[in-house]
């Protein structure tokens, strides 16, 4: 074999290996993509422990990183709706509580064990006025891939997601609003945070 094919093959071996790690090299420019990143990184973590930990454990190893990369309040009083502006500040509080319990619950259950999978995310990122579009995809070991897309805003000197769309457009927020504004409507803030509550007490009854 020549030297240049040599090298050639070698190169292509290291590709390979490697392409998690080359991807996340391009993007490290960006610091609403390295919070997607810091979060899947964390979360490839937990998957990969996943027997080890159990459900309740990878939910309390999951609470500190969704806290630091997801706007929770926000994403409570969007998935609320205007009803949000007439509810007490006690009442808000409870509501965004049981809402960060519900989403850490969501990836705690359904990001349970590892199997190969990759969380690639786009370096090159969206505007939308004054936010951040960052596109990613789940790549099973098998090939095929689902979007999840994130919209992110300021907090203070860090980006957090305000927003996530499943299958790359549909808003989980949005999704939420008409459930969460109707419960209200019928049975006020206090019971929509024992309806959600009674969801996650469900899913965390599981293993």
Do not use: C
Not at 73 to 102: D, H
Not at 186 to 191: H, N, T
């Amino acid at each position: 074999m020549s030297m240049t094919r040599f090298v050639f093959a070698a190169l292509m071996i290291l590709i390979g290996l490697q392409p998690v790690r080359m991807y996340a090299a391009d993007t490290a420019a960006d610091p609403a993509v390295r919070q997607i990143e810091s979060f899947y990184a964390a979360l490839l973590d937990t998957m990969k422990r996943g027997d080890q930990l159990g459900l309740q454990g990878r939910h309390l190893k999951l609470t500190p990183i969704t806290e630091e990369i997801f706007d929770l309040a926000a994403m409570a009083q969007l998935s609320v709706g205007p009803s949000w502006s007439s509810l007490s500040e006690s009442e808000k509080q409870g509501i965004v509580e049981a809402f960060k319990r519900m989403t850490i619950a969501n990836y705690a259950k359904n990001f349970a064990k590892f199997a190969g999978e990759q969380f690639l995310v786009e370096p090159l990122v969206k505007t939308r006025n004054s936010d951040k579009i960052v596109e990613s995809k789940l790549l099973s070991s098998d090939s095929s891939s689902v979007p999840f897309n994130y919209r992110m805003h300021l907090v203070g000197d860090k980006w957090k997601i305000v927003d996530i769309y499943l299958n790359g457009y549909v808003s989980q927020l949005a999704l939420r609003r008409a459930d969460f504004s109707s419960t209200i409507t019928s049975a006020g803030a206090a019971g929509l945070v024992k309806k959600i509550n009674e969801m996650v007490d469900k899913q965390m009854n599981g293993s």
